[in-house]
């Protein structure tokens, strides 16, 4: 592990470039927009850690209302409940004797929660359980548009809620229904209808479900582009929005909902950047590149200066095309990027870089906190 870039108390301009900074007002404003919003929609939040992979950031969710936390690997879940988080869904499916066992021995040190879509992981699972002596909640995934993982909404969960139900040491605790493929769209006419249909394909299950016997304690989805959807459906009572606390250059391509002008999220995640080439007087080179930020959903934006254009990166560096001679940067100058998908980006780095007062002459590093969870991919 790297050492951090910066010092607790020092200036944003003893920060060394690359790095990943918060800006911690903003940060903290989206946690708390978010348990308003969920405060008032009469649903839980359990929110996701794939986004920023630290139990640091999961405690203060769940200071803030959470009742636990999602994420998408075994090793996330590890690093979770290592850091001392009690709650955690593996959102996603787990297959593999080796990180079932893992899981099932994680079960006795939290409550412990995960996805399925197969019997044979039910009978893996029920099998490590057994064997670890622990207890595991199960939901049944089901593919409610985004044609990723899960069963057919309808008869095909509650064959899988009975196998469940069938195990000492399994438990039944209802649906995960998340759309990923609806986050993203643009238009809020687009994302209504994506989540209507998913709201007919949950509904149909529940009733199935019903008809067998069976409750749902938790029915789950929900990200930072439909949250609100969800959470006034009636029908999800768990959303697992990740990326609203920290906003990236995607998200802020949205649309927002016609009742508002903009999403109630601020952008709170930065990479700051140096000039490290002028030399052909046509452009500047900046030292991130794919190495420093995750293009996979749009190159970065630059903070406050919409006449610089990011673009070409490679390993280590990133160009910047200037609009004019007004334009121009100089060697050592210093810009500040938005990333374009938040949670890769994260991925790459040691460290956040906590900044209070980022937007104002008094900038001071005030936190520094390790990403713990970076390359937890097993
Ligand atoms: N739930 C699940 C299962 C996910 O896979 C994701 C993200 O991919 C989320 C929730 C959170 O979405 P977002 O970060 O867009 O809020
Ligand atoms: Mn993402």
Redesign the pocket.
């Known amino acids: 592990m790297s050492l951090p870039p910066a010092q607790i108390g020092a200036p944003l301009s003893e920060i060394d470039t690359p790095a990943l900074i918060i800006d911690l007002d903003a940060f903290e404003r989206n946690i708390d927009t978010m348990a308003v919003a969920v405060g008032k929609l009469g649903v839980r939040l359990r929110p996701?850690a794939?986004?920023h992979k630290s139990p640091i950031i999961a405690a203060k969710q769940i200071a803030r209302g959470a009742v636990g936390m999602?994420c998408?690997k075994v090793g996330e879940a590890e690093i979770l409940v290592a850091g001392g988080v009690s709650d955690v869904l593996v959102?996603?499916e787990v297959v593999g004797p080796r990180k079932l066992e893992r899981l099932a021995s994680l079960a006795r040190h939290a409550r412990i929660s995960v996805c399925v879509d197969d019997s044979i992981v039910v009978e893996q699972l029920a099998l490590a359980a057994e064997r670890a002596g622990s207890h595991i909640e199960v939901l049944v995934e089901i593919d409610v548009g985004a044609g990723r993982c899960g069963v057919r909404p309808g008869p095909a969960a509650a064959g899988l809620a009975r196998q469940v139900a069938g195990s000492r040491f399994l438990s039944f605790g209802g649906l995960q229904a998340?759309h990923?493929a609806a986050?993203h769209l643009r238009t809020p006419e687009e994302r209504r209808a994506a989540i209507a249909g998913a709201a007919n394909a949950t509904t149909e299950t529940l009733r199935v479900l019903k008809d067998a016997g069976f409750q749902c304690r938790t029915i789950g989805g929900a990200?930072?582009?439909t949250f609100e959807l969800e959470g006034a459906s009636g029908i999800w009572n768990e959303l697992?929005?990740?990326?609203?606390i920290f906003m990236d250059a995607d998200y802020a391509k949205n649309v927002a909902d016609g009742t508002r002008n903009s999403s109630p999220f601020e952008h709170a995640l930065f990479v700051i950047a140096t000039v490290m080439s002028t030399a052909s007087g046509e452009r500047a080179v900046i030292d991130a590149g794919h190495k420093a930020l995750s293009n996979d959903s749009g190159f970065p934006a630059v903070l406050g200066r919409p006449d610089l254009r990011y673009h070409r990166p490679s390993d280590e560096h990133g160009l910047l095309d200037f609009d004019s001679a007004a334009s121009r940067l100089a060697l050592g100058d210093r810009v500040t990027l938005i990333p374009g998908h938040c949670?890769p980006t994260v991925n790459l780095y040691d460290w956040y870089v906590g900044v209070r007062g980022f937007n104002t002459p008094d900038a001071r590093v005030e936190a520094l906190w390790p990403i713990a969870a970076r390359g937890a991919i097993t």
């Open positions: 996701h794939k986004t999602c998408q959102s996603n998340y990923g986050q990200g930072t582009g697992q929005a990740g990326s609203y949670d």
